[in-house]
């Protein structure tokens, strides 16, 4: 295997995923001192995986909402362990003990296998709970929510695109504040996503009475998938639900759109359930699947 570990180079050295948040559009949107590129490449293929280096763990990627080890081309166990070998004789000279990954739910493909991690010494450090809606069958939506739905379309509430991100940003980040929350991506990074990946970001919101009242950015990962990327609501509307009527109206567009999948993202912290999250995305006709945190030791 020819192994290489890359540090503070181009990102266009990474290019080998079809998901957005390894491409190299938005790999260039973060400081590429910041991370790490591990590649080891093989007849058949390549497998990779980006760190970032954290007192003493080699953790996956952390501006994407999941980083593990992912292969292009072909790859077997035997490789991936020749792969791990080298990746920690690597980490231990620069005194990283401790791998870390965010494993990916079963929606994205690419990505080793779970019965590789555990093969290779992979321990579970928690579940989170990961819902999508599966867009190639009709969503049952509960019985609650399709009146709240009703109701609010009745009472005048409608759903437009948003093409302005900075107004979005600010939009979201008063809705964050209002629950004592921080936005996870800065105004600045966010306009530059959008600016360079314009195909891969739309922004949309609920309005009453030409007043935004709730709002989402939507990132396009892949041909298959779109995710339920930055949702936020006014507090004085929420009794008005209108993230049902913009999670309804979305999961209509994107199935029309030929999307295989709208990721809705997780609904845990670190292992444990936020149960009105969860039971609302269940009401809109949510399935649930694992995006499970591992870690390595050695």
Same mark, same amino acid.
């Given at each position: ?18 998901? #957005? ?5 938005? *790999? ?48 077997? #166990? ?11 004789? /690597? ?15 079963? *929606? ?32 049952? !939506? ?25 107004? #979005? ?21 966010? *306009? ?29 990962? +892949? ?5 339920? /990327? *930055? ?8 009794? !008005? ?12 567009? /994107? ?21 009105? #999250? ?9 399935? +649930? ?6 870690? !390595?030791?050695?």
């Amino acid at each position: 295997m020819n192994f290489q570990v890359l540090a503070n180079t181009k990102v266009s050295d990474i290019r080998a995923s079809d998901l #957005l948040f390894y491409s190299e559009e938005y *790999l260039a949107s973060h400081n590429s001192q910041d991370f790490f590129i591990a590649k080891g490449s093989i007849d058949t293929g390549t497998i990779h995986f980006i760190f970032e280096k954290d007192e003493g763990i080699a953790r996956s990627f952390s501006n994407a909402p999941f980083g593990s080890f992912w292969i292009s081309g072909t790859a077997n #166990l035997g490789h991936f362990k020749n792969f791990l070998d080298n990746l920690q004789d /690597y980490l231990g000279d620069i005194g990283c003990h401790t791998i870390r990954i965010v494993h990916p739910p079963v *929606l994205y493909a690419g990505f080793v296998p779970l019965d590789w991690l555990d093969a290779s010494g992979f321990q579970k450090v928690f579940d989170d709970d990961n819902q999508f809606i599966d867009l190639s069958i009709d969503a049952v !939506l509960h019985d609650m929510e399709s009146r709240k739905i009703r109701k609010g379309i009745q009472q005048g509430l409608e759903v437009q695109e948003v093409k302005d991100f900075k107004k #979005l940003h600010r939009f979201l980040n008063e809705c964050r504040q209002s629950q004592s929350l921080e936005i996870n991506i800065s105004e600045a990074t966010l *306009l530059q996503q959008v600016n360079s990946m314009p195909d891969h970001y739309e922004g949309y919101a609920v309005y009453k009475n030409d007043q935004m009242i709730s709002a989402v950015v939507i990132t396009i990962v +892949s041909q298959k998938v779109a995710y339920y /990327y *930055l949702p936020g609501t006014l507090p004085d509307f929420k009794k !008005l639900s209108p993230m049902a009527i913009l999670v309804s109206y979305l999961t209509e567009k /994107y199935k029309y759109q030929g999307f295989k999948v709208f990721d809705l993202g997780v609904s845990s912290k670190q292992g444990k359930r936020q149960e009105g #999250l969860f039971a609302f995305k269940r009401h809109m006709g949510a399935e +649930s699947t694992k995006r499970t945190t591992f870690n !390595l030791q050695f």
